[in-house]
């Protein structure tokens, strides 16, 4: 009578096998989570920037005038204001906790511009 069924040597090459695997795929699927985690937090900058430049459309009179002259608006202001979606926290993916910072305006005379960066730490 023969007998059916698998010896403990293919099951263990299998798990080595299996083991190889995960080896190899594990640290890029930890790579791809993180890429897209930085992914999403750019686009929650840029929708703050948006907002922000969304805000200086509408409020132009109160713009700085003098070279390096700044202006800030914080994330809360542009909610409250209506520039951001006030219903929705707007979340930092990388570690789950709310964006309390702020889009810094700063006018630079040189190229008649005003430029728009976010900042996580606000100074008043």
Known sequence: MKKTGFTLIELL???????????????????????????????QKNAIISAAKRWSTDNALKLPTING??????????????????????????DNSEMHGCAVITYDQSNNQY???YEENCEE
């Open 13 to 43: 090459a299998v798990i080595v096998i299996l083991a190889i695997i995960a080896v190899i795929v594990a640290p890029n699927v930890a790579q791809m989570i993180t890429n897209s985690k930085e992914s999403s937090y750019q686009e």
């Open 69 to 94: 002259g700044i202006i800030t608006k914080h994330v809360s202001e542009l909610k409250e204001e209506g520039y951001l979606n006030s219903e929705k926290d707007i979340i930092d993916p990388r």
């Open 115 to 117: 430029k728009y960066t």
